[in-house]
């Protein structure tokens, strides 16, 4: 079994601030009142739904009580009584509106969400009291309830109706939430009383809610044109079971989430198998023919719990709600107790991301203040970043980088948060509101960060800027408003950071020749062929995870926190900023999952311990350094030219721009510290048995790459140059592997 004593060098990167960076803050990028004389949104209930599109065009919709809503390029240019349907599109300035029309009969019509597609046509549902609400190539072409669901699809243009359909049985059925597949197939998620809701491939083909107080949850899909059910199925047990939450998975499952007060709900694989006495949320994942239910559990704790919507990034599961249980599950939390909330308005907002199988907590947290906190919306970007929009009666909700940091007393605030993809730091969090009640519903994120939240408000003195309705018109109106990020100035790496522990991937004693380029996910191994695994931002961190003397490829992913090693597992430990250390820490022949978190000084290693040692700046260089067999913790600080050995040593070996390169030269069991200066190509330490010595070996731009490349005794100093993609290994070898780019994957 291979000895991990050895650790060469953690490429250090050294840091410039670029020019010309804004500071860090939330701007407001416009922010609009939409709405005519009656009313759009609700005081009471989450209603309509956000989208944006490729373009950073904003897709919302709502209901309307006014009859002078504005339109323009109407599918249906009147409103018909009641509440209608509305559904508007705006330029991507916010300042004026591509399309806006009414949708709806001639009694009630109500939207909760909506959704785009590729072709930018937009899906909305929601439910109907109209025995004309307007249906075209429908699976369903009449009400057959009180109040039926429906789904209906409009053009890019927003003129044209290419399908609309009711889904219900004979009593009420509502559609609380949409979500379209890459093939243009919308699935809905809600709430029914029917005992004869229609069902098709069903994993439960029975109502059942039993009592006054039931009614089961339902999934729903239809066909890409509208005309068929793929799947529907009932989800729920004895009690009162309602859908809240839908989204796809991967293109390959749906998860839906909602709120259970049955004994019996349909669980499978749980993280939680009973519900408390008030219920619990639930998180359902079922195939994406919705007739297998791969996962199903419920979530809370001791008092009430609903899950409100949910989100995917790499598998993984994001779900948002509200909590008023003390004891609500917490893991790697951000606020780690519940917060109250009033006697008439009790519960804090939770958010949790749980893997695809349902089985592991990633992370879980509340978040709130001292009064009633609503967390309504969620979505995620690629990195992993948690975005969520609500409502908030608490004066300490927690803020920060904020846009607008306090509250309007007594009333009811926006709120528009960005959570990070551990989920233990707040990256911004702001109140929007004005001095009446508003009400935060909708989100949606673009491609560039930007987010876009669409509520209801009372205020006459609602933020606006570069406004399309600079002025309040009725009873409530709808809002939209867009945000963007400005980060913080951050470090522009010049070299790129290299933490790995073994570079021998065919177990023959032997460092490869190895690179991995970024920009595609490859990696590039001399004599040992290629392969894809990874992507841009990872770092990759090969380490003998098996324990069979053979090192496997694997990456950390910062945007997530995830740990990724090829054809072996998969988890999350760690956050963005984090600095990957695998090294076998406990002498057990096996890597170990490490990271070194500077702003705090914190190791951690996975399963094992966690210490504190280090500060910001400082670089970690884990290795033996005293021949004992046990790695020990050590950094190297750039600013002084020291290195710190926890309970060992501090020695001054070298200055600002060197680059550590420790490894054991002298092959006595012994890590050596050693720097390589770049403007000059010189190697300083005990680079041999014959003790200190000075070399030049490279020039300005190369990293050193020390290893041992020919299966002998010694370990080389060697360099990378990317702009030609030579490896130069002193006294052994010269050769051309890699390019611009590539991060040598070698020790």
């Not at 046509?121 to 109209?130: D, E, K, L, R, W």
């Not at 597949?181 to 809610?209: E, F, K, L, M, R």
């Not at 219920?279 to 001791?302: H, Q, V």
């Not at 496997?552 to 995830?562: C, L, N």
Request: glycine fraction near 14%; hydrophobic fraction near 30%; charged fraction near 15%.
């Amino acid at each position: 079994m291979k000895t991990m004593r050895v650790i060469p060098i953690s490429i250090l990167a050294m840091f410039i601030i670029p020019a010309g960076l804004c500071p860090a803050g939330l701007e407001l990028e416009y922010s609009t009142y939409l709405g005519g004389s009656g009313y759009e949104g609700s005081a009471y209930a989450h209603i309509g739904g956000v989208a944006v599109d490729s373009e950073s065009c904003a897709y919302v919709s709502g209901i309307t009580g006014s009859v002078d809503f504005p339109t323009k390029g109407s599918y249906q240019s009147s409103h018909g009584s009641y509440s209608d349907v509305f559904i508007a599109k705006f330029a991507s300035s916010g300042s004026s509106l591509a399309y806006s029309t009414y949708l709806g009969g001639s009694c009630d019509d109500r939207n909760f969400s909506c959704a785009i597609d590729s072709d930018k046509c937009i899906y909305i549902t929601g439910a109907t009291g109209s025995d004309d609400y307007p249906v075209r190539n429908p699976f369903q072409s009449t009400n057959s309830g009180s109040n039926d669901a429906f789904i209906s699809k409009i053009s890019s243009s927003g003129s044209e109706l290419i399908y609309s359909t009711y889904i219900g049985g004979s009593n009420t059925d509502i559609g609380y939430d949409i979500a379209v597949a890459s093939d243009g197939q919308p699935y809905i998620v809600g709430d029914t009383y029917s005992q004869d809701y229609p069902t098709y491939n069903a994993y439960q083909v029975s109502y059942g809610g039993g009592d006054m107080w039931g009614g089961d949850a339902f999934v729903s899909g239809l066909s890409a044109n509208g005309s068929s059910l793929i799947y529907s199925s009932y989800l729920g047990g004895v009690g009162y079971d309602y859908g809240n939450g839908i989204c796809n998975i991967e293109q390959s499952a749906y998860c839906a989430v909602g709120y259970s007060g049955s004994t019996d709900f349909p669980t499978c694989n749980p993280y939680q198998a009973f519900v408390s006495n008030m219920g619990d949320a639930f998180i359902a994942i079922l195939s994406k023919n919705g007739s297998t239910m791969i996962a199903s559990t419920y979530y809370g704790g001791s008092s009430y719990d609903s899950a409100y919507d949910v989100a995917s990034c790499d598998g993984d599961i994001y779900v948002s709600g509200k909590t008023i249980s003390y004891d609500f599950p917490i893991v790697n939390a951000y606020q780690c107790s519940y917060s109250g909330g009033s006697y008439l308005d009790p519960g804090d907002v939770f958010v949790a991301r749980i893997s695809s199988s349902g089985e592991q907590i990633m992370f879980s947290t509340y978040l709130g203040g001292n009064d009633g906190d609503n967390g309504t919306s969620i979505s995620v970007d690629v990195s992993g970043n948690a975005y969520m929009a609500g409502c908030t009666k608490s004066h300490n909700f927690p803020t920060v980088s904020a846009y607008q940091s306090s509250i309007h007393p007594g009333e009811y605030d926006s709120f528009v948060l960005k959570l990070s993809s551990s989920g233990s730091r707040l990256i911004y969090s702001t109140y929007l509101g004005g001095s009446a009640e508003d009400r935060g519903e909708n989100l949606a994120v673009d491609s560039l960060g930007c987010v876009y939240m669409s509520g209801s408000t009372e205020s006459e003195d609602y933020p606006t800027i570069d406004a399309y309705q600079a002025s309040y018109a009725g009873a409530i109106d709808t809002f939209v408003s867009k945000f963007r990020w400005e980060p913080s100035p951050t470090p522009t790496p010049i070299l790129p950071i290299v933490t790995m522990e073994n570079g021998d991937y065919d177990g023959d004693g032997t460092s490869e020749i190895a690179i991995f380029r970024p920009a595609t996910g490859s990696w590039k191994l001399s004599e040992l062929g290629s392969t894809i695994f990874g992507r841009e931002g990872d770092i990759p961190i090969s380490g003998d995870y098996w324990g069979d003397g053979t090192s496997e490829i694997g990456v950390f992913r910062p945007a997530t926190g995830s740990w990724l090693v090829r054809s072996l597992t998969r988890f999350a430990f760690g956050a963005g900023g984090d600095v990957p250390v695998p090294r076998d820490y406990d002498q057990d022949g096996k890597t170990d999952a490490a990271f070194f978190r500077a702003r705090e000084g914190l190791w951690s290693v996975r399963d094992l311990t966690d210490i504190y040692f280090g500060k910001a700046g400082d670089v970690p260089l884990p290795a033996d350094y005293d021949g004992d067999g046990w790695i020990d913790a050590a950094v190297f600080r750039p600013s002084l030219g020291l290195w710190a050995v926890r309970g060992l040593t501090r020695k001054w070996w070298g200055t600002m721009g060197d680059i550590p390169a420790p490894a054991d030269y002298d092959r006595d069991g012994t890590t050596e510290m050693a720097i390589y200066r770049p403007p000059t190509g010189l190697w300083a330490g005990i680079l041999s048995q014959e003790g200190p010595s000075r070399i030049c070996l490279g020039l300005d731009g190369d990293i050193p790459v020390p290893a041992n490349f020919d299966g002998g005794e010694w370990t080389q100093p060697a360099v990378f140059r990317p702009s030609s993609g030579l490896w130069a290994a002193r006294s052994l070898t010269r050769c051309w592997f890699g390019s611009s780019g590539d991060i040598p994957v070698t020790k």
